[in-house]
């Protein structure tokens, strides 16, 4: 059963497609679009350090989502959706290990972002309307990664979806994972000669790092893809280098960008 959180999360996420324009019937268009041109956050791309699958900060007039733009990108889109969620329901600054993305912590900020983006992702209603229109009898793996290459996500986080929507129920959702823990779904895509989605995502983790353009040529943007440090940056907005380096600490990003320490 779902808890409070989760059901919190995922009213948000409905909440969200509505006000940014999108019904609750099928994909969005673009995540990555969605995200910076109507949602007004902005997203930087990095290969971020171990561990660590993306991040929100909460910086006043910029809030940042950060994406490690070295994982896969079913993982990059389901992340980037996570960190819209914390960014959307108002909390405070944090940096999100790959734990925290995969549900294995019962914090309920993160309770909350994990079900925001799945259901921003793969709306209840449009996955409950997939499964009438397309699986007969009980659902298989094939099923599975139809479901995931059409929304673009991880075979995983489509399975879950499915059950989400009554689809499937527990136990056969326990019989499709123990096919995924073996990775058999990666022999499916092949045989249905499946393509990946393109959407703007995958050409951003091509070309890293990746800032927003309202960043690109400006101090706190160069200092973000590494090209000036603390001090430099400190330098360039004319502010003590001592108080830059406790900003960037209070914001987290010390734990982000490797120059952070000055």
Not at 7 to 17: F, H, L, M, S, V
């Amino acid at each position: 059963m779902a808890s409070l959180h989760s059901n919190r999360g995922a009213k948000r996420a409905r909440e969200a497609r509505a006000a940014l324009g999108h019904t609750r019937e099928g994909p969005l268009p673009d995540l990555l679009q969605v995200v910076e041109r109507e949602g007004d956050a902005h997203v930087v791309l990095l290969d971020l350090p171990e561990g660590v699958a993306g991040a929100f900060i909460a910086k006043p007039g910029c809030p940042l989502l950060f994406v490690n733009g070295d994982q896969p990108i079913s993982r990059q889109r389901f992340t980037l959706a996570h960190e819209f969620g914390h960014c959307r329901m108002g909390h405070a600054s944090v940096v999100d290990e790959q734990i925290a993305i995969s549900g294995k912590l019962r914090s309920p900020k993160e309770i909350s972002a994990n079900a925001f983006a799945a259901e921003f992702l793969m709306p209840k209603d449009a996955i409950a309307a997939w499964g009438r229109a397309n699986v007969e009898g009980p659902a298989t793996l094939e099923h599975v990664v139809l479901l995931a290459y059409e929304y673009g996500v991880s075979a995983q986080a489509a399975r879950y979806a499915l059950e989400t929507a009554k689809v499937i129920d527990s136990k056969r959702g326990d019989q499709l994972d123990a096919e995924i823990a073996e990775e058999v779904h990666f022999e499916v895509a092949p045989r249905l000669g499946l393509e990946p989605l393109d959407d703007d995502l995958v050409d951003a983790c091509t070309h890293l790092p990746r800032i927003p353009a309202a960043l690109e040529g400006r101090a706190f943007g160069d200092f973000l893809v590494g090209a000036i440090d603390a001090d430099e940056l400190a330098a360039r907005v004319g502010h003590d280098p001592g108080a830059v380096r406790e900003m960037l600490t209070a914001l987290k990003l010390d734990r982000l960008v490797p120059t952070a320490a000055g």
